[in-house]
């Protein structure tokens, strides 16, 4: 199955969007409520979308960093939300590049490791939907401020 591209220019210098994909503080800005991120090959990348439902289906648990080169890629694996049980426990990967851009930063995002069956192309197509979300609010994250949780 074709992987999922997705680009946003970023109204920041390169190091501020890196550390919001790579920090805790960064994440909680534009990503999701809570997180847990360790920045180096192997850590952890788990990102929590639901604080009140049990663990294990909060968010991206188990899921790890893959690779980094500082301020230009990072790569970490990506599950499947809890409402597709058949294949929750599946992991893709997940590459974020960045560019700097005339004083702003280009992001390119790519899902890849998609497989073939119905349940795999719900989970692209919810993917297609929810990676144009997470690259909108981290754009407004620097045009306007971090997310307000309790807003949402």
Known sequence: M?????????????????A????????????????HIE??????YELYFALDLPEG???????????????RRL???????PSLPGIRGCHTRVIVLLRED?????????HTGFEEGEE???GRAYFDRAWSVVLGRLRDRFDRGPVDWDAI
Not at 39 to 44: D, E, I, T, V
Request: net charge negative; with cysteine.
């Open 102 to 110: 005339d004083g702003e930063t280009a992001v390119t995002l790519r």
């Open 120 to 122: 795999w192309e719900q």
């Open 39 to 44: 920045a180096a090959p192997g850590g952890a």
């Open 75 to 81: 790569e970490f694996s990506w599950n499947f939300p």
């Open 2 to 18: 074709e992987d999922l591209v997705k680009t946003e220019s970023i109204p920041a210098p390169v190091d501020s969007v890196w």
């Open 57 to 71: 289906q909060r968010g991206s648990e188990g899921c790890k960093v893959l690779a980094l080169d500082h301020g």
């Open 20 to 35: 919001a994909w790579t920090t805790v503080g960064g994440a909680r800005g534009f990503f999701a409520p809570d997180a």
